[in-house]
């Protein structure tokens, strides 16, 4: 969008850009050329083919020139059905060329079945068959399978095209026709552009205008715990904090902090999120022996090969220190609150505490 705005293109008038030259290592895309995008749909077009391996790079170039494939959605939809097309640059194994169009075909083959098949014989009557057509990108033959519309040109497909993100949300306009509603995906954290992005696909103003009817998450802790009612907003920020605490390698004690502090409440979240130094974690340590030996080796100054620390029950022992340093077990080591104050900006403090900031 900062490219975009710099030639005077806003949100607003996305839809119909002009696309005057296209260059990279997809040229077939050239077909694009001369004519009006939206470039919501370029760029998850772009994602997709960015995914590709070089066969299927190949694929979908060939089919490009065989089909004559040029609006948005048609090569979008191409993406969802590659397996419709087998496409041969080199004609030195037959063997290869059989199992690579046996493959397209039936989308994959158990192992176990793989040396009963005769590709060279696939080969030869692929080959044979007249059905092919010479492109720059290989000789391309067309599979004759049944076509799947995965795009309808409205609504973009749900497409993991990384992992890049903390909450996916499936959102939709809460006036829309409980039958076929209108959905779109928000992946948080996410930016303004991104969010009036989904929010013009589904012909809303603001997100308290919508609702989301189902969500996953990278975090496992989240699993089942938000429900529709909550604020997407807040979700977004809880998103951001997360996403700084996994870049400085500080998931493990953020998830460990959750299970300490059983955390099922969205305001609570972002709190913890903003207070890690507020816990001292131990992800080494993953038992009571385990944190009882490690507390009488410090309080003892005694090296941890003394043959008076084998006579120890470091397991009774660990216990009981770990319930008085307020010490935890989380399936991601030991944890406890330290001395730090826990400031209080999204939820209410233990006692009765209003809360200082709710947005």
Not at 152 to 172: A, C, H, N, Q
Not at 295 to 309: M, Q, T
Request: net charge negative.
């Amino acid at each position: 969008m900062e490219k975009l705005g710099e030639i005077g293109i806003s949100d607003s008038n996305i839809v119909s850009c002009h696309i005057v030259k296209i260059s990279g290592e997809v040229p077939a895309l050239c077909v694009l050329e001369n004519n009006c995008i939206n470039a919501d749909e370029l760029n998850y077009l772009a994602r997709r083919i960015d995914s590709f391996d070089n066969y299927e790079l190949a694929k979908f170039q060939g089919a490009i020139a065989r089909a004559g494939i040029c609006t948005m959605k048609d090569l979008i939809n191409l993406t969802f059905n590659l397996h419709n097309y087998t496409v041969v640059t080199d004609f030195s194994n037959l063997k290869n060329i059989g199992c690579k169009h046996y493959m397209d075909k039936n989308i994959g083959c158990p192992s176990n079945e793989i040396e009963k098949l005769d590709f060279e014989t696939m080969s030869r009557n692929l080959l044979s068959s007249g059905d092919s057509k010479i492109t720059p990108y290989g000789v391309v033959f067309c599979n004759r399978l049944p076509i799947e519309e995965v795009y309808d040109g409205k609504m973009f497909p749900d497409y993991d095209y990384t992992s890049d993100y903390i909450l996916k949300l499936e959102v939709r306009r809460k006036d829309s026709p409980t039958e076929n509603p209108q959905k779109t995906w928000l992946y948080l954290p996410a930016s303004e552009v991104e969010i009036a992005s989904a929010l013009s696909e589904l012909g809303a103003a603001f997100l308290d205008d919508c609702v989301f009817t189902h969500y996953q998450s990278i975090m496992p802790c989240f699993d089942s715990v938000f429900s529709e009612s909550e604020d997407m907003e807040m979700l977004n920020t809880l998103s951001n904090a997360i996403s700084k605490i996994l870049d400085s390698n500080m998931g493990a004690k953020y998830k460990a902090a959750l299970q300490y502090e059983y955390c099922t409440d969205l305001d609570f979240a972002i709190d913890i999120a903003q207070n890690l130094d507020c816990y001292d974690f131990y992800p080494e340590l993953s038992s009571p022996a385990d944190y009882g030996r490690q507390a009488l080796l410090e309080a003892s100054k005694f090296p941890s090969d003394d043959a008076a620390f084998k006579l120890l029950d470091f397991s009774r022992y660990g216990e009981a220190k770990m319930k008085e340093d307020g010490v935890q077990s989380t399936d991601y080591g030991l944890i406890c609150r330290n001395g730090k104050e826990f400031v209080y900006e999204f939820c209410q403090k233990p006692g009765g505490s209003t809360r200082t900031k709710r947005r």
